[in-house]
């Protein structure tokens, strides 16, 4: 008995430990660096969990909008939503900060910030209270804005409806410049911006040249001192119903992940540039005192958002701490 017990047992222990797990990731974006980075992470757990753990990639909103995917990830139905940091600003108001304006200065300085040992220690508690939390921060490409109508000047931006990426540190700069911002998930900016009803739209620079917006507007305005910060926001009770092995798999392939789409979206955005050029596309920089003054505006702004608690005034500093420690 006692030795067809300690089968059993044994066979028990092991079915448990050969239980595999599904990953559903979802993200709004096609033929980018977020893709590209799920992607990566994919053939990464499966190949590194022995295949005990199967990740699904669904681009293009193919598992619903932005919220829906958010909540998705809050309660449990789906492992992974990412997106830019504004959208889960609703949900934790402390992902503010990573859309604070001036404070990555270049795709690598943002990605030493962001890994700074001090900086993903605080990330880890983004979101506990919701049942979330960020597996890693990529900066993906610049800011720009592509419109129908050139913006050369910041006098440009007034009476233009332009998407932002679901920030009030977005919204609250435009609207001094007179636009009229409005956040919308990605999915529904093509389709808006054809039949004009927003004149703009604010995203990643890569974004434009994957969904071919040449073929409705020509000009692509870089915001200075703007980075896309985007967020690979999973469920905590997942994370951790995975057990400490592979839960140390999951994080360790993301780290993977980021290193390889660091190099990727650099020559991402060198192939989107030449794209855009060849298809007709221009792009316009703001005179040198108009860059200036955007980033001083952007920042006089989004500065009262961002301190308005004690908790986001603390992240706001260390941030701007590991800014300028990376800084050169």
């Keep these: 008995m006692i030795r067809l017990a300690a089968v059993l047992l044994a066979l028990v222990v092991g079915t448990a430990s050969a ?3 599904t990953m559903k990731l ?19 757990v ?4 022995g295949g005990r753990i199967k990740a699904e990639v669904y681009p293009g909103s193919q598992l619903g909008s932005i919220p829906r995917t958010i909540e998705g990830v809050a309660l449990g139905t789906i492992e992974m939503s990412f997106n830019a940091s504004g959208f889960y600003e609703p949900l934790e108001p402390r992902f503010a900060v990573l859309a604070a304006p001036g404070l990555f200065d270049s795709q690598s300085h943002g990605y030493q910030v962001v890994h700074d040992p001090a900086i993903q220690q605080r990330l880890a508690t983004f979101g506990a209270g919701k049942g979330v939390e960020p597996l890693s921060i990529v900066i993906p490409s610049q800011y720009v804005i592509v419109s129908h109508k050139p913006i050369h000047t910041l006098a440009d931006f007034k009476g233009q409806k332009i998407r932002v990426p679901g920030s009030p540190l977005q919204i609250e700069p435009l609207k001094r410049f007179g636009a009229s911002p409005l956040s919308m998930p990605f999915g529904e900016v093509l389709p808006a911006l054809q ?6 739209v604010w995203a990643g620079t890569t974004l434009f040249t994957a969904l071919k917006f040449y073929d409705i507007a020509k000009t692509m305005t870089y915001l200075p001192s703007h980075w896309a910060a985007t967020v690979p926001l999973v469920n905590r009770n997942f994370i951790k119903s995975l057990g400490p092995d592979l839960e140390r798999v999951v994080r360790e392939e993301a780290r993977k992940a980021d290193e390889h789409t660091l190099t990727w979206a650099a020559e991402d955005i060198k192939r989107s540039e030449k794209i855009w050029a060849q298809q007709g596309g221009k792009e316009i920089h703001l005179p040198p005192a108009e860059q200036k003054r955007f980033l001083e505006e952007s920042i006089a702004a989004a500065t009262p958002i961002l301190t308005a608690t004690p908790q ?3 992240d706001y500093e260390a941030f701007a701490a590991a800014a300028k420690k990376y800084r050169k």
Excluded: C, M, Y
């Design 19 to 21: 239980q595999q797990f």
């Design 26 to 44: 979802s993200t709004s974006t096609s033929g980018d660096a977020l893709v590209e980075w799920l992607n990566t992470f994919k053939k990464g």
């Design 46 to 49: 499966e190949a590194s969990s």
């Design 195 to 200: 039949n004009r009803t927003i004149d703009g």
């Design 312 to 314: 986001g005034k603390e």
